[in-house]
């Protein structure tokens, strides 16, 4: 289609205007060729005409539809010109707040001057991993193209980043650097990222100043590259600038000012550490003063001056290099202050009347003589002297001014260095990311060098520029394989050649400045000759001879060329800068060390003279000019940018009055014409701008295809439907995945799809309408019929009506005539029957009253005569109940005084003996059980008593004596008897007086009982009156209890997350330094537990092998852990312990193994030996036992006789009577010798015995064996080498042995009897001891009266029973030790005689088994009690079994869920069972290490759930079976049999629900993970609904250099994944409210990802992408219904997805519509709502935007929400989860362990 016939009525098109650049219009008529007038409508509704040229009938531009209005890319329009990109730009920044668009591949920024919450943490994270074009333009999504392209294409990128003055460059570099920050971390031990960051308030202080256009200003541009090592993280960078405006030191324009950093340092002068500065006010120095503007709204230089210092500290500046440079500055400033007074026509001097010059000298620390002298002179030098000239007051002013700028440009250079020396790392980066901050293209009224300089790197720029969008096109249309065009594009490089080349600007400026008498005058008159006629881009103005004009790329520009000598110069005079170099301040003279000293003079004329004008040279004539400087600087920054991928960033101010959101055209159309943008819309207008994937132009105009023409290849169908739409094939190309379409198709098919639609409109309009109208026809028909049949109902309904009132006429008079003439009858009859009853009445009362006079007055008679009585009765009794009282109180008292007397004996008594009769019958008790355990001790005694007859008898005439004496103690002992009657008559009353105690408490019962009663009925009394009190309150408590609770609620839901937060940091802390500790070498570790120093004090030159092999598993795991709790934990030491220790273990098992090898081949050896040697003791054996059956019966006598003795040694203790001298002594000491006697005959009865035992073997041998024996002799006892000579040796050898024996048990007997002799001894002197003292005792007692003598003897009876006491403790402490001894000897007898038996058994065995069928014995089945037995070596392969190697899918699928918990707390319930302290915690310890270990290494989302749900279940073992009543109420009596007994595990429970934390956060990270990149392609990209979504056309160009799409996500595969989730939870046997919780995790993953993709994506906020998310989020509902998990929460965590999807279908038009909006829409918050609302656009033209209006009025209903100021949904929130108590029905014992386990090493128990 041509051209002009887009020019029809109603077109919209564009027109020049003076005040907004460009004015949007209607055709009002279509256009034909050759007309000269458009007729055109403006917007507010008048009437013009637009002339056209009849030349060359230029029309004014089109303008784009409306759905193409406010699009992401300019690129994207369809209409490719400057008043489309002007008007999609000012819809963006003014109508949807949004400053950021793209253009190809520059990124345009607008500065909104305000600050917007669209660059905070949760940004960042939104944009981190996205491609370019993905989401909203951003300087986040170009940073991150930068970091993405360098990452995986390792080359190194650039950002560049330009714009005006006021643009906001500095601020998009520096968000761009906080990216690469926040996105990488550091691979260094100290932050680079904060020192990276911390060197923008540095250079901001020293290089930005406040502007006419910009408050913070850059004055310099600058260059920093970043660098990232292999890992992309930041390891160092480095910083170049280009041309500081020194010239702003000593001048700053109206309303301007210095650079920020002398603004500072005044605003710190009343700190004490700048007192020596001796600064003041800003207005006391003409530095900074001039500018009369010292202030910044907003800004608080103190404040400011802080964080630059905290800058300095971060980057290692000390506190003493800042005051030196603080100390410059200062200097600078008085400086400036230094008055110069005129001394003559041409001489001056220094006025130092303020003392400037001497603080600038004291400051700088140099001669104030020679500066002072040389502020107003200079030095000339000729061929044979120098001068010292002095100058005028102009040129002194000047030099001094030269001086401050030349000393702060030297700072600033330092500061720079120390800034790169800081960011810098000593190895090379692997790759940068440069940032270039340079100014924009400049032009004002006055133009100098500055600008010249600015404009000439801009041309280079924008040269750079061109040939990279050229390249890009070229490589797209390659790629595509479409025919290449060559497409003409501005070349700028003969206005680079006019500047730089030979004969160029800048080398005539640099040959003036050689020239002895060179001037800017004479410049320009080179300029002229050189370049006016030979190059069209220079212009001489017409009005001035000192200036000129070139042509840029973006505008005309004249130079002024005042001041571009002085300036290209940069002249100091040598002799200030010497003072300088003198000074002692070591700063001041470092920044001056790579200052070159002046040559001398060496040629002369041949006269003597010096030439003219070479007298004098200054320094700085011997180093390169500025201009060549810059031009050097600009062509390596070239180099650097060529070598890289550029990024362009490109910054407009859109108006001067900084106000916020508020674009003035005129400026955004010049600087969009200087940044390039209008060239980059330019060469993409020229070729193919629009670009459509075959799959988007099918979607979007399937509406134009016919039936026909669709078919299963797209491309084929898009081609045909082409060919057929537009006729011109020049119009578009077919690419291989793309449509390529030339500017104006898009709006030409779009008008074509509007046209379809519309007519599609009418039609359904048409037919809807006719169906209207009928349907009303139908619906007024029917009315009529229905009216007609109603009114002719309601006249026979009338009729009805009056013949029934006739007829109800007449009955009503029949009726009211009869009702009329009863009720007169009625009337009269009931008159008479009143009147006779009120007439009866009357006599009855009159009687009636008599009556009850008579019977009160009785009445009265009988309570007065009463009352007399009762009056007298009480009056005698009350005498009577006194004069008891008195008689008995009398009776008391006298009582009381006898019990008084009697308690003051008996009490105390009763105080010193209670319970001392209880504790003498349990001594008695456990002395007799003693004296049981002892009878195999009176053995041992007898004999002693046999060998001690002689001792005895002595010790008898002792005993006689002593008898006598206890004589004379019983008849003493006689007066006792009457003390203890009347002890006992005592006991009598204290019985009586307790019965009388026991009567008063059954009272005192009955009392209480009544009491109670009574309280009870008070009490339920007082709660039906609170019920009924409560029942009105409880509406109101019920409201604010349930507040309350649900305040609680969240607050234990705030400390759970922030508790759960902290064990995430905590994991990632230790997961940190894990990673850490791992890197280093842990060889000294190892070394020094090889020599670990043993405890008995052995060398330490033990060898390491000796020690760890000593060492089990469980032992290194608990020194690695004692380790770590000192030193930390060190996983790489623990790591090799392990391997060493399981190397060790092997050895130790083939040692093991070999030994037990040999010991099988000794063992088989032995037994054959013994097999031999049971055939010969068989006989033997018979006859041991005979003897053994006597002996027994034997001992049974000797037991009984032992009992006897002990009988009556117990009749004989209570009575005091088993005295040495005793009857029942004397028969024990019977009994013993007979003992003795006849113990004496059985060991010589063993003697012969044993001798006839060998004889009979020896004889029972030689008939065996015969001749056959050997016939040598043996001095050994060998039974297999007996002979006849044999016989008599063995003989002999058996005496010898008995021999032996007797010598022995003589030797015991001698030694026990002297140790009996010693205890007799001793008990002697222990009685005689205590008969004295019961002699002494009697005495004492007889001399005190009664009461004191029953006192004495009592207390002395007490204390002699405790001492008893005490020694029968003794006793039994002794006799326990020794029955734990012979315990363990009983042991060890027992295990010794079973291995015999064993033995000895094994023939019988063998031989049964030879001789008949082997029979199956079946083991019986025993009760276990589910506890599983291991050693201590085998902890370590218990681990790696049940932990480290076990696959989850295998277990889950054969096994019963929860098995490895279950068999870890049988194992832990076997070592409480066993009291093993230290096993439980081992076991504990390194459970929970190896879990941790295992979910680090294998960190899927099966291994995470499985261990989860371990983790969980051994959790809830340890609480099930702790024996807490709180749980054991849910167990069965088995179950709580099985509880634990010994420890206390409730800090373990702790430990492991934290772990169980750890691991639930573990999961959900994982889940994220999976899901994240699905959920936007699935709920938002994915046409579920077809025919729906309408395709907008945006023609987007997706970037090349991104990562390709995986567009395979759709909503089957989300809910896929859910199910793999849900099940695996499941089948791992996670408890259900856990599975809840993840689900809910699971959908609020789904709606963070899903809104922030919506709040950052502008062409998903549309109507028809709400309907699909709403569609989605039911198919999510109908999962979650489909599970039954409703109750989950997990419907209620998409609720802001919903309101959001409402939001975009809801009508946004009227107040009402706000209102509705602000109601419905409570789970967003009020940035959301308005983000969304200003984001909405319209998919087709029958949509409507929303208006600005519209969200104002929402802003104003929602601006006393209380929210939070965050923009997107937080998708790292984990919500807290707590795990209830879920007790197992799985009895313990009942679990068997598989064989596939391989657990053979476990033993059930």
Known sequence: MAAPELYSKFARVWIPDTAEVWRSADLTADYRPGDHVLHLQLEDGTESEYKLDPKNTVLPPLRN????????????????????????????????????????IILVAINPYEKLPIYESDIINAYSGQNMGDIDPHIFAVAEEAFKQMARDEKNQSIIVSGESGAGKTVSAKYAMRYFATVSGSSAETSVEEKVLASSPIMEAIGNAKTTRNDNSSRFGKYIEIGFDRRHQIMGANMRTYLLEKSRVVFQACEERNYHIFYQLCACAHLPEFAPLKLGSTEDFPYTNQGSSPVIE???????????????????????????????????????????????????????????????????????????????????????????????????????????????????????????????????????????????????????FEQFCINYANEKLQQQFNMHVFKLEQEEYLKEQIPWTLIDFYDNQPCINLIEAKMGLLDLLDEECTMPRGSDESWAQKLYNT?????????????????????????????????????????????????????????????????????????TAPSGRAKIGRTTQSFREHKKSVGLQFRNSLHLLMETLNATTPHYVRCIKPNDTKAPFMMDAHRAVQQLRACGVLETIRISAAGFPSRWTYQEFFSRYRVLMKQKEILSDRKLTCQNVLERLVQDKDKYQFGRTKIFFRAGQVAYLEKLRADKLRKACIHIQKTIRCWLARKKYLRIRQSTITIQRYVRGFQARCLCETLRRTRAAVIFQKNIRMWVARRQFLRQKASAILIQRLLRGYSARLEYKQLVCEHKARLIQRWVRGFLARWRYRRIRRAVVYLQCCVRRMLARRELKKLKIEARSVEHFKTLNVGMENKIMQLQWKLNEQHKENRELSERISVAESHSAAELEKLHVQLRTLQVSEEDARHRGDQVSPLQEELEAVRRELEKSKQMVTELNERNALLVSEKEEIEKLIQEQEQELTEKLDSTKTEKLDSTNQEINEQLQSQLNEERFRYQNLLTEHRELEERYADLRSEKEPAADLSKLGHYRADSGYSCSQSESVHVSDLT?????????????????????????????????????????????????????????????????????????????????????????????????????????????????????????????????????????????????????????????????????????????????????????????????????????????????????????????????????????????????????????????????????????????????????TKKFGEAEGQDQASPESQVGDRGRTVSIVRKERDFRGMLEYRSEDENKLHKTLITELKPKGVAVNLIPGLPAYILFMCLRHADYANDDQRVSTLLNSSIYAIKNVLKKRGDFETISFWLANTCRFLHCLKQYSGEEEYTKYNTPRQNEHSLTNFDLSEYQQVLSDLAIQIYQQLIKVMENILQPMIAPAMLEQETIQGVMGVKPTGLRKRTSSFPEDNSHTLESVLKQLDVCYYTLLQHGNDSELVRRVIKQQFYIICCVTLNNLLLRKDMCSWSKGLQIRYNVCQLEEWLLDKELQGSGARESLEPLIQAAQLLQIKKKSQDDAEAICTMCTALTTQQIVKILSLYTPVNEFEERVTISFIKSIQTLLKDRKESSQLLMDAKIIFPVTFPFNPSPVALETIQLPSSLNLNFLTRV
Not at 1337 to 1364: F, G, K, V, Y
């Open 65 to 104: 539809p409306d759905i193409l209005v406010g699009e992401n890319d300019l690129t994207a329009l369809s209409y490719l010109h400057e008043p489309a990109v002007l008007h999609n730009l000012r819809v963006r920044f003014t109508d949807c707040k949004l400053i950021y668009t793209y253009c190809g």
């Open 1113 to 1389: 598993g469980s032992e290194v795991s608990l020194l690695v852990k004692e380790d770590a709790a000192q030193t930390g934990a060190d996983v790489s030491l623990l790591l090799k312990l392990q391997r060493r220790v399981t190397e060790l273990e092997k050895d130790k098992m083939d040692l093991q193994s070999e030994m037990d090898s040999k010991e099988e081949q000794t063992q088989q050896e032995r037994t054959k030996e013994l097999e031999e040697c049971r055939r010969d003791l068989g006989a033997e054996r018979d006859f041991e036992a005979l003897k053994r059956q006597e002996l027994e019966s034997d001992n049974k006598k000797l037991k009984k006789d032992l009992q006897e003795l002990r009988q009556s040694l117990g009749k004989g203790a209570g009575s005091k009577a088993a005295s040495r001298g005793g009857q029942a002594y004397n028969v024990l000491l019977e009994q013993l010798n007979s003992t003795n006697e006849e113990l004496d005959v059985r060991k010589e009865e063993v003697l012969i015995l044993r001798s006839q035992l060998v004889s009979h073997e020896a004889y029972k041998h030689k008939e065996t064996e015969g001749d056959s024996g050997d016939s040598s002799r043996s001095p050994t006892f060998d039974l297999h080498q007996l002979n006849e000579d044999g016989e008599l040796w063995m003989a002999y050898e058996s005496l010898k042995e008995t021999n032996r024996l007797l010598e022995t048990h003589l030797r015991t007997q001698g030694e026990n009897h002297e140790k009996e002799v010693e205890s007799m001894r001793a008990e002697l002197q222990q009685l005689r001891a205590e008969l004295g003292q019961q002699q002494q005792m009697l005495s004492d007692s007889l001399e005190l009266p009664q009461d004191a003598r029953i006192q004495a003897s009592l207390q002395h009876e007490i204390s002699r029973l405790a001492q008893q006491n005490m020694d029968l403790l003794e006793q039994m402490g002794k006799q326990d030790k020794m029955i734990r001894k012979l315990k363990k000897h009983l042991k060890n007898n």
């Open 531 to 603: 370049h006016l006629k030979k190059s069209s881009l220079f212009e001489k103005p017409r009005m001035s001879n000192t200036a000129f004009i070139i042509q840029h790329f973006a505008d005309k520009v004249e130079y002024q060329c005042d001041g571009f000598l002085e300036k290209n110069k940069d002249t100091v005079n040598e002799e200030q800068i010497n003072v300088l170099k003198a000074s002692k301040f070591p700063l001041l003279v470092e920044l001056f060390q790579d200052e070159e000293s002046p040559p001398a003079s060496k040629s």
């Open 298 to 448: 907003g800004v608080d230089d103190f404040k400011e001056m802080k964080a630059t210092r905290k800058a300095f500290s971060l980057l290692g500046i000390t506190e003493t290099f800042q005051m030196g440079l603080f100390q410059i500055l200062s200097a600078i400033l008085h400086l400036g202050n230094v008055e110069v007074k005129e001394r003559g026509s041409s001489s001056c001097g220094v006025s130092d009347e303020g003392g400037h010059l001497a603080v600038f000298c004291d400051l700088t620390e140099v001669s104030h003589e020679s500066m002072a002298h040389w502020l107003c002179h200079k030095k000339l030098k000729t061929a044979t002297e120098t001068l010292n000239k002095p100058v005028t007051r102009t040129e002194a002013v000047n030099g001094r001014d030269a001086l401050a700028k030349h000393i702060y440009a030297k700072l600033f250079s330092w500061i720079v260095g120390e800034v790169n020396k800081a960011l810098s790392t000593s190895s090379k980066p692997h790759s940068f990311i440069g940032v270039l901050d340079i100014y924009g293209f400049e032009t004002f009224e006055m133009n100098s």
